[in-house]
């Protein structure tokens, strides 16, 4: 215990040692504070890098389930287009698919397609392809006649094509309501 005290009182002797100890002290409080305020910084960005991956995976969720329901409502809709068009039976049924063909353009640009690309470049490729068919199926569906049997099975041609690639596509997505989840 003496040594102790006359360590201290040889410090207080000394001014100048007095100071370099009382910086050194708060040299090292100050790498403490600094140690922990790292530390938090640290663990604040893991939680918002954690917190924005979560939001993105259920972002991504969200935007394929709604497009592959697009898809197949599409996909049944046209397949029933395409029946109608092949079948001999009513007439007035013909009108009411072109009108039918001209809406499917409608509600194909409002569905969330255009997001995929944003999140999946890999899957834009094919949701353009099958833009690209309906795109082309409205254009021919204003300039055919149903009445004919040619024009009808043109058509009928086009909408098997995109029928086709709407499967596809639908084949592809990583994530769909009707399936488990694969990732």
Not at 50 to 64: C, G, N, T, W
Not at 80 to 87: V, W
Request: with cysteine.
């Amino acid at each position: 215990m003496e040594t102790i005290s006359y360590i201290l009182e040889w410090i207080e002797a000394h001014p100048a040692l007095m100071q370099i100890l009382g910086i050194l002290t708060g040299a090292i409080i100050a790498l403490f504070a600094a140690k922990k305020a790292y530390e938090g910084v640290l663990e604040q960005i893991r939680t918002t890098f954690l917190i924005d991956q979560h939001s993105k995976d259920v972002e991504r969720i969200a935007i394929y389930s709604a497009f592959a329901a697009d898809l197949d409502a599409l996909d049944k809709s046209l397949t029933g287009i395409h029946e109608a068009l092949n079948s001999n039976d009513v007439n007035e049924g013909r009108l009411i698919t072109k009108s039918v063909i001209l809406a499917t353009r409608n509600v194909v640009w409002e569905s969330c397609a255009p997001k995929i690309g944003t999140i999946d470049p890999n899957h834009a490729a094919n949701i353009i392809e099958t833009y690209r068919f309906i795109e082309a199926i409205t254009g021919r569906v204003k300039e055919l006649d149903l009445g004919e049997a040619t024009h009808r099975k043109d058509l009928s041609d086009l909408i098997e094509g995109a029928i086709e690639q709407i499967r596809i596509v639908n084949k592809q997505l990583p994530i769909r309501p009707d399936r488990e989840k694969i990732n």
